[in-house]
């Protein structure tokens, strides 16, 4: 199994898969203009919280059989603040 980063923004919100265990899907646009599915299983309920659209992330994972991206670990670098 290949780890690796993908450094990107958020540009669809996150959407809860399934309730028990947590699953949440996210679409993240990587620098290269790339478009990557990616599933939240690990810290679901904080990424779910942190998370906005067009947020900056910097995300660790790996690909499953279905060529999706599985976050293992992630940051978000900056989000957009509403005043």
Do not use: W
Not at 31 to 59: E, K
Not at 63 to 82: E, L
């Amino acid at each position: 199994m290949n780890r690796f980063a993908i450094n990107g923004h958020i540009v669809s919100e996150p959407k809860v898969l399934k309730l028990s265990p947590l699953l949440l899907f996210v679409k993240i646009e990587d620098d290269s203009g790339h478009r990557v599915n990616c599933l939240v299983h690990q810290h679901g309920l904080n990424f779910l919280y942190q998370a906005t659209l067009n947020s900056h992330v910097a995300l660790y994972g790996h690909h499953n059989d279905r060529k999706q991206f599985v976050i293992s670990k992630y940051a978000i670098i900056s989000t957009k603040v509403s005043a």
